[in-house]
């Protein structure tokens, strides 16, 4: 368990799984998280998603639980582990509404970055975003990630098209912010 101010990061457990189906099937979520057509998430494939999670893989993923009463309100992954050139793409949801716009997503990046970077050893962490995802934006700039480059019109949603955002953060960079460079 990796623990923050407001937030652990914990296994995901199968209790979590139909929470977590709602989660991702609010369209609020999804738009945010697939550029694929928004078409619901089965059951079944959300249980053989869980039944995925393993610790021998290059994705390690994240339940994320709220200290102040343990309540499971999203989620965080990092995919795509390139091992030889140190860089890792991450990925995150706060899931539940009343949890976003409150700290909850910048205090998860926190810890997710430390574990990257102090556990794992990687030397660049890497995202990409939706022009249209202001929240998300803030909260990755405000952990320390840089827009590298803007992919024109890559995204439609919603009859418009719309920028995907590549960010990343270099670990120098990392350990600056926290005084430890
Ligand atoms: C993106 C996400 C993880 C951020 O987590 P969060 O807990 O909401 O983020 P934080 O509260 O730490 O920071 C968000 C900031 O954006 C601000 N914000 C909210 N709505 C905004 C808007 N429409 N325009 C600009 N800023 C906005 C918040 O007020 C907050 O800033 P503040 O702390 O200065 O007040 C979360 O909103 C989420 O899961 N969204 C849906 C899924 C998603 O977008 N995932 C990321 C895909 S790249």
Redesign the pocket.
């Known amino acids: 368990m990796y623990e923050g101010q407001k937030i652990r990061l914990r296994e995901y457990r199968v209790e979590d799984i139909p929470l977590r189906l709602t989660y991702i099937n609010d369209p609020?979520?999804a738009r945010?998280?697939t550029p694929e057509v928004p078409y619901p998430i089965t059951l079944h494939e959300e249980e053989k998603w869980f039944q995925s999670i393993t610790a021998i893989s290059d994705t390690y993923r994240f339940a994320i639980e709220t200290f102040e009463d343990n309540k499971f309100i999203?989620g965080c992954s990092i995919n795509d582990v390139d091992w030889k050139n140190g860089v890792a793409t991450i990925?995150?949801?706060?899931?539940s509404k009343d949890?976003?716009?409150?700290?909850?997503?910048?205090?998860?990046?926190k810890v997710l970055m430390n574990f990257i970077f102090m556990q794992m050893n990687i030397n660049k962490i890497r995202?990409?975003?939706?022009s249209y995802?202001?929240?998300?934006?803030?909260?990755?700039e405000?952990c320390g990630f840089k827009i590298e480059g803007v992919l024109r019109q890559e995204i439609y949603k919603d009859g418009k098209h719309y920028d995907k955002i590549a960010m990343g953060l270099l670990k120098e960079e990392y350990l600056h912010s926290q005084s430890l460079f």
Request: overall charge positive.
């Open positions: 609020e979520i945010n998280l999203g990925g995150i949801f706060i899931g949890h976003r716009s409150k700290g909850y997503g910048t205090d998860t990046m995202l990409s975003v939706y995802n202001e929240p998300a934006i803030k909260c990755y405000r």
